[in-house]
């Protein structure tokens, strides 16, 4: 019988299989960053181990980096201890490290695949559930814990059980004008819920999938840990070594042509059978938003906020009581009329170059609303350079919106970059946990085009809507 | 990870039930950066208490700990079993542990005994009674040793192998060195390396 993507590309890496035994898996690529990495050195340290392949392992700072002023000492001083600790552990390993100010210094995420070091066919781990981004090129890529990340430096493996695998096949040419990669992964996730995808690696296909970009791609895998999975792949296409080729770590010459003969095997057999397999129509799908405390209370941006007594299966109803009563909404309420106080373009789920391009042809030309404020973060550097070298930024800044460095910013709130208590964002990130930006922060998730139609109209809004006001608005006014 | 064969100490008697991870370490110690120095944070809200037994002069350098039914209930933090290590003991007894925390505690070294609460209730009374007296916890026999106290105690035998031979994950792992060179060894030359070569 034939083979999933996923079950080749497990295959290819186990280093010992034995009867009554997880698989011992070989890992290509170990991303680290400050938060999961100290004890982990630290575990190394005591038991006088080395790290065992340091040209597999890199490292970056990302959650703990302020995003003003990163030529100045860092306030707090717990950020600052754990990004002091990953120097001095980078260095007295001999690991690769991106630093604050470094060109490649960046969310994770972003960094590895913009350096070229994500590759079809890959085994990538980090410390870091989000780790399910690289899965987008065809690689096998899961977050691990900390004993796990020290498992993984000393020894370049992990022992691991194989997970089953689900299909998510997205019929139709083309998602619909208007529609976006995140407005899909969201409705995927409302679709089968947050537990739909455990201990399973999703492969998302079908013609509407094949016509995506890579930013797409890795915005809809970065998410796949939201519907509880395991990992999320794409079967690696000409899309995919287009954007490989030729950067910094792709393989050049004859190592080229032969990685690309063997990225053209990693598919999933006709013959292959998936344990499970869900389908979803491309015509019916909307921009999407949450309107609750978790990725999968979301709805599409024309439908109001649902009545939990709508709902069927009591802990539903009772998620739903909750997270109304947390986000400060009323049943029936129409999205649209939702206003907000803060919009955040950034994260690895959205704050890469593609992103930032949308964000910016929306907002370009207009004034972000009265009271308003946004945060523009890109994933990286790297991407940050990139537009400004587009002039993005001064688009950003002349409608009203801050730009700033790299780093996770207000997807999680570890820096400076917090919602106060009871203020609400249209984030483009991929939490909407209570608290998850800030204490007592109300998130709606929202794809990069929604979030920046969202900041000139003031209220949760798609670009369609911002035509709509221009045409009532007279020019000049 | 220190081998565990037979340990001999004098012990903690903790008679309080439902210890949680909490109570074990609070929360504002899991943002240190290594796996040492939580001693001063072990059961820190009722170190507060001179009276609490841990405070008691004759119980410095115990490092045998005796408590209470459901020890290490709550959040699964792995900083619980370090504190207790770091604080100096080497083995816990209870009549009944919480999974998560018995796990991260084997995984780490830290020998958890579990015995009938008759036997814990004894060992209580000899250690109150004597802060001076000995338990023996022996992983070889299985066994618990104290005076006028001999108890067997169950541990699996994949556990019990780990422990006797100070096996972590990584040092079972590395057992398998010779496949794992030779997977490395047949690596395609095309597959990504983060430093220039
Ligand atoms: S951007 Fe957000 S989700 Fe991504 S790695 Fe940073 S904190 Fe995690």
Not at chain 1, 43 to 49: A, D, E, H, M
Not at chain 1, 412 to 417: C, E, S, Y
Not at chain 2, 52 to 61: D, P, S
Request: aromatic share 6%; charged share 25%.
């Amino acid at each position: 019988m034939g083979r999933t993507l996923a079950e080749k590309v497990w295959d290819d890496h186990v280093v010992r299989r034995a009867e009554g035994e997880p698989d011992l898996l070989y890992i290509d690529l170990h991303l680290l960053h400050e938060v999961t990495s100290p004890q982990a050195f630290d575990g190394l340290r005591k038991s006088g181990r080395q790290v065992r392949r340091l040209d597999l392992t890199i490292a970056t700072e990302d959650h703990n980096t302020p995003t003003l002023d990163i030529d100045k000492p860092i306030a707090d001083p717990v950020s600052r201890a754990q990004l002091e600790t990953l120097r001095k552990n980078c260095a007295d390993f001999g690991v690769r490290l991106h630093s604050l100010g470094d060109v490649e210094q960046g969310v994770v995420h972003v960094v590895g695949p913009q350096l070229g070091l994500t590759q079809p066919g890959t085994t990538v781990v980090c410390g870091d559930s989000h780790t399910s981004t690289h899965g987008a090129f065809g690689a096998l890529a899961f977050g691990i814990g900390t004993s796990q990340v020290e498992h993984v430096l000393a020894t370049q493996t992990l022992p691991l059980a194989r997970p089953k695998t689900m299909a998510i096949t997205v019929e139709g040419d083309e998602l619909p004008e208007g529609v976006t990669a995140k407005d899909l992964i969201l409705a995927i996730i409302a679709r089968i819920g947050t537990g739909g995808g455990q201990g399973y690696i999703l492969e998302y296909r079908g013609p509407a999938i094949e016509k995506l970009s890579m930013e797409a791609r890795m915005t809809i895998c970065n998410m796949s840990i939201e519907a509880g999975a395991r990992a999320g792949m794409i079967a690696p296409d000409e899309t995919t070594f287009e954007y490989i080729k030729g950067r910094d770590h792709a393989p050049k010459g004859e190592d080229w042509d032969a990685a690309v003969a063997y990225w053209k095997t990693l598919k999933t057999d006709e013959d292959a059978e998936f344990d499970a397999e869900v389908v979803i129509k491309a015509e019916e799908l909307a921009p999407f938003v949450t309107w609750g405390t978790n990725p999968g209370q979301g709805a599409p941006l024309s439908a109001s906020v649902p009545d939990p007594a709508s709902y069927e299966d009591a802990s539903e109803r009772l998620a739903a009581e909750k997270a109304l009563e947390y986000m400060g909404l009323e049943a029936g309420q129409p999205l649209r009329d939702i206003k907000v106080d803060t919009v955040f373009v950034g994260s690895c789920t959205n704050g890469r170059i593609e992103d930032l391009r949308a964000a910016a042809a929306i907002v370009e030309g207009r004034k972000i609303a009265d009271g308003v404020r946004m945060l523009v973060v890109p994933g990286s550097a790297r991407v940050g350079l990139q537009a400004v070298s587009e002039g993005l930024d001064k688009v950003f800044k002349e409608a009203g919106a801050e730009w700033r460095h790299a780093g996770c910013s207000m997807c999680l709130g570890m820096n400076p970059d917090q919602l106060a208590p009871g203020e609400r964002s249209a984030s483009t990130s991929n939490r909407n946990f209570e608290g998850r930006q800030g204490k007592g922060g109300r998130t709606h998730l929202v794809s990069p085009q929604v979030a920046a139609a969202t900041a000139v109209l003031g209220h949760l809004a798609s670009p369609a809507d911002l035509s709509e006001a221009d045409a009532r608005t007279p020019a000049g006014v | 990870m220190e081998a565990f064969t037979t340990h001999t100490g004098r012990a903690v008697p903790l008679r309080r039930s439902n210890v949680d991870t909490d109570q074990i370490i609070p929360a504002h110690w899991l943002k240190k950066v290594t796996r040492d120095g939580f001693e001063d944070g072990l059961f820190e809200a009722w170190r507060k208490d001179p009276e609490f037994i841990l405070n008691k002069e004759e119980r410095v350098g115990a490092t045998v700990l005796v408590a209470g039914p459901d020890f290490g209930t709550g959040s699964s933090r792995e900083h619980a079993v370090w504190a207790l290590q770091n604080y100096g003991f080497k083995t816990v007894i209870s009549s009944r542990f919480a999974d998560i925390f018995r796990g991260n505690s084997l995984k780490n070294g830290l020998l958890t005994v579990v015995l009938d609460q008759k036997v814990v209730d004894a060992l209580w009374e000899l250690t109150e009674q004597d802060p001076t007296a000995e338990i023996t916890v022996d992983l070889r026999e299985r066994q618990v040793l104290a005076e006028g106290i001999t108890a067997d105690f169950e541990l699996d035998e994949n556990a019990r192998w780990r422990l006797l031979n100070g096996l972590d994950d990584i040092s079972i792992t590395l057992q398998n060195e010779g496949d794992i060179a030779a997977y490395e060894a047949d690596r395609p030359a095309y597959k990504p390396r983060t430093v220039q070569v």
